[in-house]
C-alpha cells in the first residue's frame, strides 16, 4: 500500500532544472537546483516589421486562440511587435502581418531576438527563462495550470505581468504598454540577469548529466 504518490518513485537526488526564482514550489527544503535547459540558437535570423520605438517579442501558441488574439492586439500597440506563432500555418501568418506586426511561422534565434528586443511576451517556462537571462520583462499569456504557477511568480517578484486567457485587446494593449513603461519591472529583470550573468543552458546539462553518472 501507498501511503503518498510520491512512494511510486523514490528518488535518491532530485536535479531541479530552474531557477529558484521560477520554481513552482517556492518553500522546497534543501533543493538543488541546476538552472533551466532551452534551446536558444535555433531558427531563422529575426526580421524586425517597419516601425520605430520599442521592440515587442512574442512567443505563442500559434494554434491557440490566444495567440490569436494577441496578434489582433499588437496592430494597436504602435510599436513594431515579432510573432513567433508556434504551430501557424505559414499562409495564416503571413496574412496575420501588419506593417508593424510581422507574424512568422518557424522558429527563430532566441537569442538574436531577445537582443533586439525590449520586452517579451510569452507562455512557458523556457522562453520566460531565456528572456529574464537576457533582462527583458515579461506579459505572462498562461494557457494552463503549470504556466500559471510561473506567471504567479514572474508577477509576485515584479519580473512582469500576467494576462488572463480570457482578455480582450484592450487588456491585451495595456499590458504591454503597462511592462514597456514601467521602469521597475526593467529594473527587476535586469537585477535577475545580473544574478545569473554567464548561465548557459549547456551547464545545466552538464551538471545534471555529472550527478546521475555520480550516482551510478
Known amino acids: 500500500s501507498l501511503t503518498a504518490l510520491r512512494d ?4 535518491q537526488q532530485s536535479l531541479l532544472c530552474t531557477f529558484p526564482e521560477l520554481d513552482h514550489y517556492p518553500d522546497r527544503v534543501a533543493a538543488e537546483y541546476f538552472g533551466p535547459v532551452f534551446s536558444d540558437r ?10 520605430s520605438g520599442r521592440r515587442v517579442f512574442a512567443y505563442l501558441d500559434g494554434s491557440h486562440v490566444s495567440g490569436a488574439g494577441f496578434i ?24 496575420a502581418s501588419s506593417p508593424t506586426v510581422r507574424v512568422i511561422a518557424h522558429a527563430v534565434q532566441l537569442q538574436a531576438a531577445l537582443a533586439a528586443c525590449d520586452i517579451v ?5 523556457g522562453t520566460a527563462s531565456a528572456a529574464l537571462l537576457a533582462a527583458k520583462p515579461l506579459v505572462l499569456l498562461p494557457l494552463h495550470l ?6 504567479f511568480r514572474v508577477v509576485s517578484q515584479g519580473l512582469g505581468v500576467a494576462v488572463a486567457e480570457s482578455a480582450g485587446a484592450d487588456e491585451l494593449v495595456q499590458a504591454v504598454r503597462r511592462v514597456l513603461d514601467d521602469a521597475h519591472h526593467h529594473a527587476r529583470a535586469a537585477a535577475f540577469a545580473a544574478h545569473y550573468h554567464g548561465f548557459q543552458p549547456s551547464l545545466a546539462t552538464e551538471a545534471v548529466a555529472d550527478s546521475c553518472e555520480a550516482l551510478i
Open 8 to 11: 511510486l518513485y523514490p528518488a
Open 42 to 51: 535555433h531558427g531563422a535570423e529575426p526580421r524586425w516589421p517597419a516601425g
Open 121 to 125: 511576451v510569452c507562455q512557458g517556462i
Open 72 to 95: 489582433a492586439a499588437a496592430k494597436q500597440m504602435g510599436v513594431p511587435v515579432l510573432v513567433y506563432a508556434r504551430g501557424l500555418d505559414e499562409t495564416d501568418a503571413e496574412h
Open 146 to 151: 503549470e504556466q500559471a504557477m510561473i506567471a
